[in-house]
């Protein structure tokens, strides 16, 4: 390489701290000198004179380099940071005020703080974790989970009819690691890329056998987000022209086999299962039986005050000593009761305001890969606020489904945080991992020098 290029080279990457981008700066930008260079030797001038001219047409080069440094520098999402503290912070205060309960809502506060410090130091382990790694190993990952699965559902211990793993004296519910077959999955669509119809039947296969999986566990809660997140996946994937084809003939193949399968779970519904909807529908049935939860939940929520706790007992005794699931289901009631119906507005515009901006940065991934593995974690944690909040305020049938960072837990509160740091990884590396086109109807990417007329052009939007 001519002397003077190298250095110039050498001169514009030393103001670049991302090191790892180096290597396609420096391709790029020798491409275009040297293109350039070719065009001043047809004017009659050496090889040397050529890319001498060149480097100087290029400019000042730790100017660019301090330009190229700003663009392809890591960024940090701080708003999902403060909304996330906000929610986190809320939990903190209601466990708090649950490890004072002397029943079976009681919680050990010194175990919350550790699994919660635990899992923000595992969410920001994931944050500075390349997350490009994960894509060649996505299949890999699916069927390691699917063996797993499968091994503790046929020789795991089961207590209460649910299997589970134990280590030591820890317990873990193995349906919230369920998560991470749409972590899978993201990667397996990105390798589809343009493969056409029988692509989406195989990722279509994938998404049934997992979720059915989980319906034989019994994790029907789970189940039931595994299956919203994966036809939520499919559809944006046919939308975005990931496999090619005609997206009106995948979108109709994809509504019928995703309505067939919710007939069939219909049918299969167990009598329980039954009684939790007719409970729902007839709000008075059964008060005392299948309906008691959600009948002490709706008195809590109807007696709570703006500010400041209620006062109301259920047969002389105080509510949280009442209601299972105070401290993970049924949370957001115990939030309301306990500190008032503002706070749990306002916690309810946290959320809302967390799930939009989690799109919103979602939206803005160059990368489709990185599009498809944040667009699985946005999904996941917002269904699994949406589904938990309109369970606590009665609009949807009772279901065993946690509010992520506040519902009292092990597994599920480390988990939502990996989640959580995938997102913030994507976007930490959305200015650095190259942009990809998905399908026909995609832009190309874009390079950030051009040559146009004889001139170079260094485009740093």
């Given at each position: 390489m001519n002397k003077e290029l190298?250095?110039?080279?050498?001169?514009?990457?030393?103001?670049?701290?991302?090191?790892?981008i180096h290597s396609e700066i420096r391709t790029e930008l020798s491409e275009h000198i040297l293109s350039l260079a070719e065009e001043y030797k047809k004017e009659g001038l050496t090889e040397d004179e050529a890319v001498r001219k060149a480097v100087l047409q290029m400019g000042n080069s730790e100017e660019i380099g301090d330009r190229l440094n700003k663009q392809h520098k890591p960024e940090t999402?701080?708003?999902?940071?403060?909304?996330?503290?906000?929610i986190v912070s809320i939990g903190g205060m209601i466990m708090f005020e649950c490890s004072k309960y002397q029943s079976m809502n009681s919680v050990y506060f010194e175990r919350y703080l550790f699994i919660a410090l635990l899992s923000i130091a595992v969410m920001l382990g994931v944050y500075f974790y390349d997350y490009t790694r994960l894509r060649n190993r996505s299949f890999s990952l699916y069927t390691g989970l699917f063996i797993l699965f499968l091994i503790i559902k046929l020789f795991g211990i089961t207590v209460a009819g649910r299997p589970i793993i134990k280590v030591g004296s820890f317990s873990v519910l193995p349906e919230f690691l369920s998560p991470f077959f749409l972590i899978a999955f993201a990667g397996i669509l990105d390798g589809y890329k343009g493969g056409g119809t029988f692509s989406l039947v195989k990722l279509i296969i994938l998404a049934f056998l997992s979720v059915a999986l989980m319906f034989l566990f019994p994790a029907k809660g789970m189940a039931m987000l595994l299956f919203a997140g994966f036809f939520v996946i499919l559809m944006t994937g046919i939308l975005r022209g990931n496999f090619g084809g005609k997206v009106r003939n995948q979108m109709l193949l994809l509504f019928c086999i995703f309505s067939m399968i919710i007939f069939l779970v219909l049918l299969s519904l167990q009598p329980y299962q039954l009684e939790r909807i007719k409970v729902f529908l007839d709000k008075d049935r059964d008060i005392m039986g299948s309906g008691y939860q959600q009948y002490i939940a709706h008195k809590w929520l109807s007696m709570s005050k703006w500010f400041g706790k209620t006062g109301l007992t259920f047969n002389g005794s105080p509510l949280e000593s009442?209601?299972?699931?105070?401290?993970?289901?049924?949370?957001?009631?115990?939030?309301?009761a306990t500190f008032g119906k503002a706070l749990g507005l306002g916690l309810i515009i946290a959320v809302a305001a967390f799930i939009i901006r989690m799109f919103a940065v979602t939206r803005k991934i160059k990368n489709d890969y990185g599009f498809y593995l944040s667009l699985s974690s946005c999904v996941i944690l917002s269904l699994q606020f949406i589904l938990s909040i309109l369970v606590n305020l009665n609009m949807f049938p009772l279901a065993s489904v946690s509010m992520p960072f506040i519902s009292y837990g092990g597994t599920n509160y480390i988990v939502d945080m990996i989640l959580l740091g995938i997102i913030l990884s994507v976007w930490r590396r959305n200015n650095i991992v190259k942009r990809t086109g998905i399908g026909s109807k995609s832009l190309p990417y874009r390079k950030f020098i051009s040559y146009e007329d004889g001139r170079i052009i260094i485009n740093l939007k």
């Amino acid at each position: 390489m001519n002397k003077e290029l190298n250095n110039f080279l050498d001169e514009v990457c030393e103001r670049i701290k991302y090191k790892k981008i180096h290597s396609e700066i420096r391709t790029e930008l020798s491409e275009h000198i040297l293109s350039l260079a070719e065009e001043y030797k047809k004017e009659g001038l050496t090889e040397d004179e050529a890319v001498r001219k060149a480097v100087l047409q290029m400019g000042n080069s730790e100017e660019i380099g301090d330009r190229l440094n700003k663009q392809h520098k890591p960024e940090t999402e701080w708003s999902l940071l403060f909304l996330v503290s906000i929610i986190v912070s809320i939990g903190g205060m209601i466990m708090f005020e649950c490890s004072k309960y002397q029943s079976m809502n009681s919680v050990y506060f010194e175990r919350y703080l550790f699994i919660a410090l635990l899992s923000i130091a595992v969410m920001l382990g994931v944050y500075f974790y390349d997350y490009t790694r994960l894509r060649n190993r996505s299949f890999s990952l699916y069927t390691g989970l699917f063996i797993l699965f499968l091994i503790i559902k046929l020789f795991g211990i089961t207590v209460a009819g649910r299997p589970i793993i134990k280590v030591g004296s820890f317990s873990v519910l193995p349906e919230f690691l369920s998560p991470f077959f749409l972590i899978a999955f993201a990667g397996i669509l990105d390798g589809y890329k343009g493969g056409g119809t029988f692509s989406l039947v195989k990722l279509i296969i994938l998404a049934f056998l997992s979720v059915a999986l989980m319906f034989l566990f019994p994790a029907k809660g789970m189940a039931m987000l595994l299956f919203a997140g994966f036809f939520v996946i499919l559809m944006t994937g046919i939308l975005r022209g990931n496999f090619g084809g005609k997206v009106r003939n995948q979108m109709l193949l994809l509504f019928c086999i995703f309505s067939m399968i919710i007939f069939l779970v219909l049918l299969s519904l167990q009598p329980y299962q039954l009684e939790r909807i007719k409970v729902f529908l007839d709000k008075d049935r059964d008060i005392m039986g299948s309906g008691y939860q959600q009948y002490i939940a709706h008195k809590w929520l109807s007696m709570s005050k703006w500010f400041g706790k209620t006062g109301l007992t259920f047969n002389g005794s105080p509510l949280e000593s009442i209601l299972p699931g105070a401290n993970t289901d049924f949370v957001f009631v115990n939030i309301v009761a306990t500190f008032g119906k503002a706070l749990g507005l306002g916690l309810i515009i946290a959320v809302a305001a967390f799930i939009i901006r989690m799109f919103a940065v979602t939206r803005k991934i160059k990368n489709d890969y990185g599009f498809y593995l944040s667009l699985s974690s946005c999904v996941i944690l917002s269904l699994q606020f949406i589904l938990s909040i309109l369970v606590n305020l009665n609009m949807f049938p009772l279901a065993s489904v946690s509010m992520p960072f506040i519902s009292y837990g092990g597994t599920n509160y480390i988990v939502d945080m990996i989640l959580l740091g995938i997102i913030l990884s994507v976007w930490r590396r959305n200015n650095i991992v190259k942009r990809t086109g998905i399908g026909s109807k995609s832009l190309p990417y874009r390079k950030f020098i051009s040559y146009e007329d004889g001139r170079i052009i260094i485009n740093l939007k």
